[in-house]
């Protein structure tokens, strides 16, 4: 009975968005596939285009694609009453969508910043895609565990991996928020010494002031 209790919670995550079968494994929209179309648009993106303009208007498909999975993060914050086990897997596939927005929402504005250079640009971009890739690697993880088939693991160790993911997808998550806090420092130091701070504020945020 223990592990059925276990295990129900862990399909009712999976089965969020309804599949109208029981049999189903892991949720109709893959977060995994989500991250990793984000990651492969971003690789594109790094290695064919030459001009922060250019950037900006590709990077348009991988806003797209953001913006479609959205739907998905906004709909599993509405999931509640789950036991503990069962929370943390819909946190931690939360904090991959958390991962993707940062990218998202914030390099979006990094490419209208002139204090980046196209190739600090691209190299920004390339850090992006691999702590996401990272992180969707974790969520790999997660997800054979939550295969409700996979019944050789005892609910001890399926809870401590669920335990190891969550607090690996936690890191990566703190790390995105410091590696644009970082890139975004760096622009308003470049805006200061040109007395130009205001536009920087403008462009992140009255918030982002916190981040120098």
Same mark, same amino acid.
């Given at each position: 009975?223990?592990?059925?209790?276990?295990?129900?919670?862990?399909?009712?995550?999976?089965?969020?968005?309804?599949?109208?079968?029981?049999?189903?494994?892991?949720?109709?929209?893959?977060?995994?596939?989500?991250?990793?179309?984000?990651?492969?648009?971003?690789?594109?993106?790094?290695?064919?285009?030459?001009?922060?303009?250019?950037?900006?208007?590709?990077?348009?498909?991988?806003?797209?694609?953001?913006?479609?999975?959205?739907?998905?993060?906004?709909?599993?914050?509405?999931?509640?009453?789950?036991?503990?086990?069962?929370?943390?897997?819909?946190?931690?596939?939360?904090?991959?969508?958390?991962?993707?927005?940062?990218?998202?929402?914030?390099?979006?504005?990094?490419?209208?910043?002139?204090?980046?250079? /196209?190739?600090?640009?691209?190299?920004?971009?390339?850090?992006?895609?691999?702590?996401?890739?990272?992180?969707?690697?974790?969520?790999?993880?997660?997800?054979?565990?939550?295969?409700?088939?996979?019944?050789?693991?005892?609910?001890?160790?399926?809870?401590?991996?669920?335990?190891?993911?969550?607090?690996?997808?936690?890191?990566?998550?703190?790390?995105?928020?410091?590696?644009?806090?970082?890139?975004?420092?760096?622009?308003?130091?470049?805006?200061?010494?040109?007395?130009? /701070?205001?536009?920087?504020?403008?462009?992140?945020?009255?918030?982002?002031?916190?981040?120098?």
């Amino acid at each position: 009975m223990k592990k059925i209790r276990f295990i129900i919670p862990l399909i009712a995550v999976c089965l969020l968005l309804g599949t109208g079968r029981a049999s189903a494994q892991w949720t109709v929209i893959d977060p995994s596939n989500i991250a990793q179309s984000i990651v492969n648009s971003s690789k594109e993106l790094v290695q064919s285009t030459s001009t922060a303009k250019n950037m900006l208007n590709n990077f348009q498909e991988t806003v797209k694609i953001y913006e479609q999975s959205k739907k998905y993060y906004d709909a599993l914050k509405s999931v509640n009453n789950l036991v503990r086990d069962a929370r943390k897997v819909q946190q931690t596939i939360l904090m991959l969508g958390d991962i993707s927005s940062n990218y998202v929402n914030n390099y979006k504005k990094m490419l209208t910043d002139p204090n980046f250079t /196209t190739s600090e640009l691209s190299a920004i971009a390339s850090g992006y895609t691999r702590i996401l890739e990272e992180a969707n690697g974790v969520l790999g993880e997660l997800k054979n565990v939550v295969n409700i088939t996979t019944l050789s693991m005892t609910d001890k160790e399926r809870m401590d991996v669920v335990d190891r993911c969550y607090k690996e997808m936690l890191r990566y998550r703190n790390l995105t928020a410091y590696f644009t806090n970082k890139n975004i420092s760096v622009s308003y130091l470049r805006a200061k010494k040109k007395a130009d /701070t205001q536009r920087v504020v403008n462009l992140y945020g009255k918030g982002a002031e916190r981040y120098w």
